[in-house]
């Protein structure tokens, strides 16, 4: 378990920065002269309706898409490497969940680990762990295609988790959940930032905005709010299991 | 109306191309295949197989369309349209490119029956548009647009939920897809016992094959998924065989382009074996025929053709002399004469790949037995003397006639010596003989006496019992030939004085060293011959002879001769399935001059110099023959015209095959370009990704090598060796199909290549994905996985 914990040594490098971030995709500007911290051990609340860019902007700062303007750095490298890829100290949760269609929920999660190099029994144990954090170790053996659109959900979150990555970048990781499971899906993000991570969680869930402790609000790919919601979510904090 | 299904073509045009392709290529096929199996008079059911599993083909492939149009069905009935307005709206978008490709298909159709007919139909007949090829493509189109209108129902019935989910889950077997399999199933069961309860019933056979082909084509996504779990076994800890075990595991994706293709595979492997078979047939049949690679018709007798061989070829490598008289259609009346000498060096192994192997090997046997029989003295020109002395006892002047038969210069040839001896006394005289200029072989020796005796008279035929002491002809003393007398009772010869009644009848003889005691028979005449065993011609016989009471042959003469057996055979050269050969040098020495029917001939190798050639030309010998032109003479007598339409079906099943994965290829491409793109998320490494896309390739290839080759083999072991391919003319080798016949494993192996080949390039076609359309980016909403 080493390789997942690149670049966890210096809380300063995971602090994720975008700056003067702008994309065009074909003459349409998506984002426009966006610049944000996303700071480690923090929770990142960004916000926005429908169409208005936090996809796109969580793919800019996780190294999926490649600016066309400014950029997006972890610590002092780019996100972008040039592939497409993103860096292996980047962990997402996918809006559409992107599990791999053939393979069990215990599956989906270990090869996560796999790819990492982690052994497979190894992998498995953390897999069960993971998906126990989110109440899903009786679904575990299933095949993805079987569950719900929340339990996949929730495979995809313990599949993020699981890695251990420096930066979480979670896209509407609650849109299908109910609030009990919502509120869990909050603490576990809330243990990632405690653990010095740095949690984005796109969302136009007002709840999950107040529970973050800094949100952006995106409106047609421009920034239009910034506000720390630090206090609000200390006094809230207490309520949160 | 019309704009919407125009717009859907547009929006599915991959999909589309592809049905029109389809319908093209069937009708195209059943045009031309029916066209020139009409004309010929062959069996239409050929191409019902084909119709069969374009059946299935089309359906898949509307069913895919309909599986893409299933957001606009929810639409439709949202809308709250009627049932009709939208079966309409889900028939009229691919009814546009099925009937467009029928009629571009008929037209081609038109356009390519004469070339077909000229290539595969005998000379002189040409294959004229009627109405039943159109007849066939309307039936075919009737039956695939009431199999499409069936599809409608599910459209109509699907829980509206799953029409509008964007993620489609996999569904269970419903009661009509587990209806279709179980009637598959049973099908080819019935199909396959009544192949073989009633072999010769060619529909069953043909249509019999698809079903057996979508019966093992049903089976095979099992055996995908065996080869699965093998590849992947023990190997959960690597990750490559581990995601391709899962894939091939656990996708559905496989199974219906693998179930038509397999079916192709299978109706191809049919239809293509049954041409190579027959061919095959027909090219032994022509080389059997032919018996070496150059035959030649000889202007001459026999005996000419066998001096003109020598004479240009003294070392005998290269050509040999024959015979052939061919009287009528019964094996023991066809008969061939070779100069075995010579057979080894000029046909060696030409005939080890037809049914006339052993009885071309055996004629080796025959040139033995031949130069092996025993030395028969040879007469010369000059004196016949005879010394006859009569026995006491008789009662009257003898009054004999010696007839000397004998072959030479003129043939068959006799000499007489009349004689009369007073009882108790002993007369010589002696006669020229003539035309034994090269040499002469004795036939036999008639004995009479006296008249010939009347049945009422009988008892006072008396006849005298002779002693001939010296009997010399052209230089050979006959007392010392081994005589036997012709008809009597085995045993006479020795008969004593106290001789039976019997004995008295038939006459008897005597050998003692130095003379011949004759009695002739109480008819008046008896007649001596040499032994059977000087006689006798050794044969090699095909066919079911019918030899009756002894064994006889005749030369080319046609004398009667006895015939040694050396043995019987399923094809002899030349002579084919049914006939006799003998050695040519053998049968021509004791022969008279060959009758008119002999046809002298000769035989070559294809090498052969080109002075020797013209020599033999020169000599009388005609155009060459070629076995391909007595193999074209067989396929006309046979028919087989008719089975080529066999070529039209193989191609086009596997085309249509092979179009209906292309269907599914695009549907799995877009599935593996997102999984692709979430392996890059969670940081698969390349290497990783490209060796479980090569382990899921490989294995679907070996599994569909391994479905295709056995369903290959199980239809033509179960179904073509049971059909009735050709009419067989009279003679020629059976047309047998054993499954080790090297046309049906090349038909098998080729089809089962050409599916692997099939199955590997889809395979990394479907995992051949753009990097950038593999993006992780690429991972949004509407491409929701899975
Ligand atoms: N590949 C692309 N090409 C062109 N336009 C795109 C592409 N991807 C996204 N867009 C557009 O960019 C805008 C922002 O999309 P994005 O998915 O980031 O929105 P979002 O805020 O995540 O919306 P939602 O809340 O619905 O998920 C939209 O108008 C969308 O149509
Ligand atoms: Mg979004």
Redesign the pocket.
Known sequence: MNAQNAGASSISSNTLTMEGVGLD??G?M?LDDVSMRFEAGRMTAVS?P????????LSVAGGLLKPTRGTASLGSTLTWQGTGDPPPQVAFVL?VYGLVPVLSARENVALALRARGVSLDEAEEHADEALGRFDLTHVGARQVEELSGGQMQRVALSRALVVQAPVVLAD?PTSELDEGNRDRVLSELRREADLGRTVVI?T?DPVIVQACDVHHA?DEGRVTTFEETLAATRQARGTLP | MIAAPVDGLRVRRGTHAIIFAIAFITSTGTFTGIGVAREVGASVPVVLPMVMLVLVALLSCTAEVNRERRGDFALMRLRGWSSLRITAAVLAEPALSLTGGCVAGLVAGVGMLPFLARAWLPDGTSASVGVWPFAAVLVELALVAAAMAAQVVPVLRRPMTEQISATERPREAGVVSTFGFVLVFFGSVVGVYQAWADPGANWVVHATSCLLGLAAGMLAPWLVRGAGAWQGAGRRDAVAPHLAASRILRSSGVGQPLMVLVAAATVSCVALGGVLIVNQWAGDAGRIANGAPVFMRYQGTPQQALDATRAADPDGQWALAGATVFDDDRPESRRVYLDTSRYEDVVGGFLDTTAAREGSHAVDELRETSQGLPERPVMSNGRWTMRVAVNESFTRLAELTFRLNYVGDRGADVAFIEIAVPPGQSRTKSVRITGCDDRCLIRSLDVEEGRPCAQVTKDLCGRPKLTLDQVEAGGVDLTSQPWVLEGAAPGAAGAGPDATDAVAESGTLNLIPGRLEVRPARRGQSTLMPPTELLALPVLAAGEVDWGQTPEVKTPGGDHRPAELVGTYAALPVAGAGGVLADLATALSDSSPAVPAAQALILARDDIPADVMSALAAAGAEEPVMPDEQSSNISAAAGTAGVQVGWVVAVCSLMVGLLTSLVYIARLRRAHAQEEAVLRLLLVPTPTRAAANRREVWTLAFASAVVTCAAGYLAVVALLTRAELVDVPANQPALESPIGSTSLLTAIALVTLGCTLAVIAGGFLARHVRHDEASPASL??GTVTP
């Open positions: 995709v074909h349409v998506l926005g429908s169409g208005s860019g936090k996809t796109t902007l809006q509407e796109a136009h995106l | 949004r909403e």
